[in-house]
């Protein structure tokens, strides 16, 4: 079901953060965060968050334009894996479904950007450096984090820790 922007369950969402609980307090002002993005690819924590929480994809994509202004939002194909896989997890038939109608609201509402052969490349050169220093970033967090550097944008997650290992990443916390 869509809810239109003006019902309230929608409202009570509009520039509220999407997650709660341990690390959820730090705050980064709207206009900060809107003055430094040209856009930004969700992680999929974000949108977990959101789907478990029963918020509507409009309602989810509403709150993070609250904190980041009229900026693109997107995804990485990898995020798109991640959730299509929690689809496939699901414990029964009626969470599989709410999760698939969810990813696919999603994607119709925002673009996804593919891996291409120069993002793998850089990504390559990024965890092998990384990994030089002791660093090791997880595999999907690597390709949406570099995702985002090569268009210039940054990252909005919950999962703050692995994106911030990746050099010269804007990482938003939502």
């Given at each position: 079901?869509?809810?239109?922007?003006?019902?309230?369950?929608?409202?009570?969402?509009?520039?509220?953060?999407?997650?709660s609980?341990?690390?959820?307090?730090?705050?980064?002002?709207?206009?900060?965060?809107?003055?430094?993005?040209?856009?930004?690819?969700?992680?999929?924590?974000?949108?977990?968050?959101?789907?478990?929480?029963?918020?509507?994809?409009?309602?989810?994509?509403?709150?993070?334009?609250?904190?980041?202004?009229?900026?693109?939002?997107?995804?990485?194909?990898?995020?798109?894996m991640e959730?299509?896989?929690?689809?496939?997890?699901?414990?029964?038939?009626?969470?599989?479904?709410?999760?698939?109608?969810?990813?696919?609201?999603?994607?119709?509402?925002?673009?996804?950007?593919?891996?291409?052969?120069?993002l793998?490349?850089?990504?390559?050169?990024?965890d092998?450096?990384?990994?030089?220093?002791?660093?090791?970033?997880?595999?999907?967090?690597?390709l949406?984090?570099?995702?985002?550097?090569?268009?210039?944008?940054?990252?909005?997650?919950?999962?703050?820790?692995?994106?911030?290992?990746?050099?010269?990443?804007?990482v938003?916390?939502?």
């Amino acid at each position: 079901m869509h809810r239109h922007a003006g019902s309230a369950r929608h409202s009570r969402y509009v520039g509220r953060r999407l997650r709660s609980g341990p690390g959820s307090h730090h705050q980064q002002s709207p206009r900060t965060a809107e003055s430094a993005l040209i856009g930004l690819i969700l992680d999929s924590s974000v949108a977990i968050t959101a789907e478990r929480q029963r918020l509507p994809v409009e309602g989810m994509l509403a709150a993070i334009r609250g904190i980041v202004g009229s900026t693109e939002i997107a995804l990485s194909v990898l995020s798109v894996m991640e959730l299509e896989h929690g689809i496939w997890r699901a414990k029964d038939l009626v969470r599989a479904n709410r999760r698939r109608q969810f990813l696919e609201d999603l994607i119709g509402n925002v673009p996804v950007y593919p891996i291409t052969t120069e993002l793998a490349r850089k990504a390559g050169r990024i965890d092998a450096e990384q990994q030089e220093r002791g660093i090791c970033i997880a595999f999907q967090d690597l390709l949406i984090g570099v995702s985002a550097l090569e268009l210039g944008y940054a990252v909005g997650t919950a999962n703050l820790r692995h994106f911030r290992m990746i050099p010269g990443l804007n990482v938003v916390p939502l």
